[in-house]
């Protein structure tokens, strides 16, 4: 069985309490961590939780969810059940420029999906925080390449270029 630290546990505790029904007045009892798996460069951390009422849920981890061990019987087919939930959600929030939007935000879309790979791979608080960085670098960039173009109207006084906020 993979090592588990307190803070980890902790997290977990945590989050499944988030996710219930506070009426229901059911604990989280024990949490054990069952399992690691890689897939496709991703580590997802795989958990099964006791509640004080005898309800199970396993969480996993890398979009986090869980799921009622009601449901899902077998370690094997939650597992699978997450990965393609979560391409599915992946697919759903992917989104990228047709060729008439590609003149205009070349250079910023390529720092934005440099921002996007750098959020896939974030775990501690400074990635997190270098990714926000690196949103806001898009987001001046598309600026910068479009601040003269006849299409972008300003009401007042242009703003600052480095000022993001201002110029939405």
């Known amino acids: 069985m993979p090592e588990m630290t307190t803070l980890e546990e902790r997290w977990v505790r945590d989050y499944v309490t988030s996710q219930t029904s506070p009426e229901s007045a059911d604990e989280v009892e024990l949490v054990q961590k069952v399992s690691r798996r890689r897939v496709a460069g991703q580590n997802h951390d795989l958990y099964d939780v006791w509640m004080s009422r005898g309800k199970r849920w396993w969480v996993i981890t890398n979009m986090t969810n869980l799921y009622s061990q ?23 929030f992917n989104v990228k420029p047709d060729e008439d939007q590609v003149e205009h ?25 270098a990714v926000g960085i690196r949103c806001r670098e898009a987001i001046l960039a598309l600026v910068r390449e479009n601040i003269s173009a006849t299409w972008v109207q300003v009401q007042d006084e242009r703003p600052q270029v480095a000022n993001a906020k201002a110029w939405f």
């Open 70 to 92: 009601d449901d899902f019987k077998s370690l094997d087919q939650v597992f699978t059940y997450h990965l393609g939930l979560n391409l599915v959600v992946q697919e759903q």
């Open 105 to 129: 935000v070349s250079k910023p879309w390529r720092r934005y999906a440099g921002a996007v790979e750098a959020m896939a791979e974030a775990d501690e608080a400074e990635d997190f925080q």
